[in-house]
């Protein structure tokens, strides 16, 4: 790799303004700190960003439950797309997963969001005509 790729590691608190810059860039929601704060005390090691000049350029969340394991929140800052960020995101997050034994990965992508689906077509993620259900258990804090 050369010097304009970022590395690849996991999210630190003094990211987290850079992080949320990014989130507000690519158009995403922010996650407030309380959620960052929960999701630290679960799989830290699965909150990665993409760190290096000029800062932090990509971000993705993912869980494991010990079944299945998540990808939420992929985000790139819109000047870096296009420079293979998101796919090595991607792809530590993946490598982590299996090193804890992950045997399947999911994701959400918006039915309008037809770049995002073709991106993860690319990476072997297939559509699945399963229906979302989604209940929130307490009163938004947004």
């Known amino acids: 790799m050369g010097d304009d790729h970022p590395v690849i590691r996991q ?8 992080v949320v810059a990014v989130w507000k860039t690519a158009g995403r ?3 407030p700190r309380a959620e960052v704060e929960n999701k630290l005390t679960r799989d830290p090691e ?4 993409a760190a290096g000049e000029p800062g932090i350029t990509g971000v993705v969340m993912g869980t494991y439950d010990g079944r299945r394991g998540w990808i939420f929140r992929l985000a790139v800052d819109p000047s870096r797309r296009r420079q293979g960020i998101a796919t090595q995101l991607v792809a530590e997050l993946e ?3 299996l090193a804890l034994g992950c045997p399947r990965v999911n994701l959400l992508v918006m039915p309008d969001n037809e770049a995002g689906l073709r991106f993860w077509q690319r990476l072997g993620y297939l559509p699945c005509p399963d ?6 258990l307490a009163p ?3």
């Open 46 to 49: 699965l909150f990665l960003v």
């Open 11 to 18: 999210f630190a608190w003094t990211d987290y303004d850079d």
């Open 140 to 142: 938004s804090s947004s």
């Open 95 to 97: 490598r982590r997963l």
């Open 131 to 136: 229906v979302l259900c989604t209940k929130p």
């Open 29 to 31: 929601d922010v996650v």
